[in-house]
């Protein structure tokens, strides 16, 4: 008997423009779909904030854009012969995040975009939770204005080391990636091997009980918010001139005071996303 062609469900992100003013009621609005599938992405200062919703159906797409406007684009699929254990993660176009070591090998056939291994059954940093998948289009969007140029990750939190690898896949030098639980250190150790990637430094570290002895062009600290207040000014040290920081792992109700923590110390926030009860930011030191 021949193969069965493989079916595919093709999966929608639906996005527009709104008014800053407005940017949180669309939580309210677009509650039918879930928190997890809206995020609320506003660049600090703007009179306006871009409004998505990920993962949606083509008639939920159609839908939307009936109602409220907007466009819709391609995001992601579902192979209906041989499913995936997680959607596939796409990240700004520029690499993509899979849950199988077949998907991984499969997709480098067809794209010469990255394709990044990490197992689904991880309890962390698949890439799946709002923080990581905000830090994620972050860190695309800021590797978008460094390339050409030589930079280097510091990954405070590293987890899974999801976000070293990605650094490593747009185009850093160098990655360092901290985590103070061993466990997790193993787990980003196995990670970087199975994606066969070099250049990525992990070491055990307290980022409360740590003191930077240089600087780097990126920093993602994606911590508890308790951690991020406290820590604020060793990690803004860890920052050189112009370079960038990437804040996550903070509620929408501690958003404020964590925000302004990094500000007395001399960060000026970029941009701010939200999606569920989760925020991320991207600030610069100046």
């Not at 879930?34 to 506003?42: D, E, F, H, I, Y």
């Not at 012969?81 to 690499?95: E, L, T, Y």
């Not at 972050?138 to 390339?147: M, Y």
């Not at 240089?214 to 050189?240: D, H, K, M």
Request: aromatic share 6%.
């Amino acid at each position: 008997m021949p193969d069965m062609p493989e079916l595919a469900e093709h999966r929608f992100t639906w996005s527009r423009r709104a008014s800053a003013a407005t940017a949180e009621d669309w939580f309210e609005t677009l509650a039918h779909l879930g928190p997890m599938r809206v995020m609320v992405t506003q660049n600090v200062g703007s009179t306006s904030a871009q409004i998505q919703a990920h993962g949606l159906t083509e008639s939920e797409s159609a839908e939307l854009k009936a109602e409220y406007g907007g466009r819709v684009s391609e995001a992601t699929w579902l192979t209906a012969s041989n499913p995936p254990q997680r959607a596939p993660i796409r990240v700004r176009g520029r690499f993509t995040v899979v849950s199988t070591e077949a998907e991984r090998d499969t997709a480098q056939k067809s794209s010469r975009k990255p394709v990044l291994w990490i197992p689904a059954g991880l309890a962390f940093g698949t890439g799946e939770h709002a923080t990581t998948a905000m830090c994620l289009r972050h860190l695309a969007d800021i590797a978008k204005t460094l390339s050409g140029s030589a930079w280097e990750l510091l990954d405070l939190g590293t987890g899974s080391a999801i976000l070293a690898m990605a650094a490593r896949a747009l185009g850093a030098t160098a990655v360092r990636g901290t985590d103070f639980d061993e466990m997790a250190l193993r787990t980003a150790q196995e990670n970087v091997k199975n994606n066969k990637l070099d250049g990525i430094e992990l070491v055990c570290s307290d980022v409360l009980k740590w003191n930077p002895e240089r600087t780097w062009q990126v920093v993602a600290a994606n911590l508890f918010s308790g951690v991020l207040i406290e820590a604020a000014p060793v990690i803004a040290a860890a920052i050189a001139p112009g370079g960038h920081l990437l804040l996550s792992g903070v509620l929408r109700e501690q958003e404020a005071e964590v925000l302004a923590a990094f500000v007395a110390q001399g960060l000026h926030l970029e941009r701010v996303t939200r999606k569920g009860k989760w925020i991320s930011a991207h600030a610069r030191k100046i």
